[in-house]
């Protein structure tokens, strides 16, 4: 990963740097090597996530002809996710993020499709936080929703996930309440689940991960 900062003239002293993570691939075999440039529509690049400073808002899909990054037009606007196809230079899916996106969309190992956590809005358009579900999205954009832990808490957050090397199943991280409490803290307790990507079987484990920072275990 070769990082590159440019300074920003928008007048936040705050954010004063931006930073674009351009990737290099090479092939061990062969020596060929290709740039991946984050050159996308309205890419957001500041350090304001930690979670994606590192991975400079990208995520590519291991077929590297897909690639998920996080939209905002400025530091003060809505931000989404963007399934864009690398070859046609074109979206194929926008997810609007309600609140802040504190899990990185991932990509199952064969590359036909990605995890994804999204907020929940309740029937009247109101904003249920922290509400997240668990879904799948295809190459192509099409989204199936793996696991609704609503049935299990009425408020809750989804940490960091993986796939299992055979693309069957997702492990993440959930923090879950069955009370309001006073505040939701990202650094709370989080559980290890295991759900089925096939069946959508769900299993929550008593294993506890120790948060650090933003809520990252």
Do not use: C
Request: no cysteine.
């Amino acid at each position: 990963m070769i990082n590159d900062y440019d300074e920003l003239s928008d007048g936040h002293p705050d954010l004063a740097a931006k930073e674009f993570s351009t990737f290099l691939v090479v092939n061990p075999f062969t020596g060929e090597q290709k740039l991946l440039e984050p050159d996308f529509p309205s890419i957001y690049s500041h350090f304001m996530f930690p979670a994606w400073s590192g991975f400079g808002s990208t995520a590519y899909s291991p077929t590297l002809d897909r690639v998920v990054y996080l939209l905002a037009n400025g530091p003060d606007s809505d931000f989404h996710y963007v399934l864009w196809d690398m070859d046609e230079e074109r979206s194929l899916a926008d997810f609007a993020i309600i609140d802040v996106p504190n899990a990185i969309p991932r990509w199952s190992p064969n590359g036909q499709e990605f995890a994804i956590t999204l907020d929940l809005i309740e029937d009247d358009n109101t904003i249920k936080w922290p509400v997240y579900n668990l879904y799948t999205v295809s190459r192509d954009g099409d989204v199936k929703k793996i696991a609704d832990l609503s049935n299990y808490y009425p408020w809750f957050y989804i940490g960091e996930y993986s796939w299992s090397p055979d693309g069957k199943y997702i492990a993440f991280w959930l923090s879950g309440w069955t009370e309001q409490p006073q505040t939701f803290n990202l650094i709370a307790d989080q559980s290890l689940v295991i759900v089925d990507t096939k069946n959508y079987d769900l299993s929550i484990y008593f294993i506890s991960g120790k948060p650090e920072g933003m809520g990252r275990v």
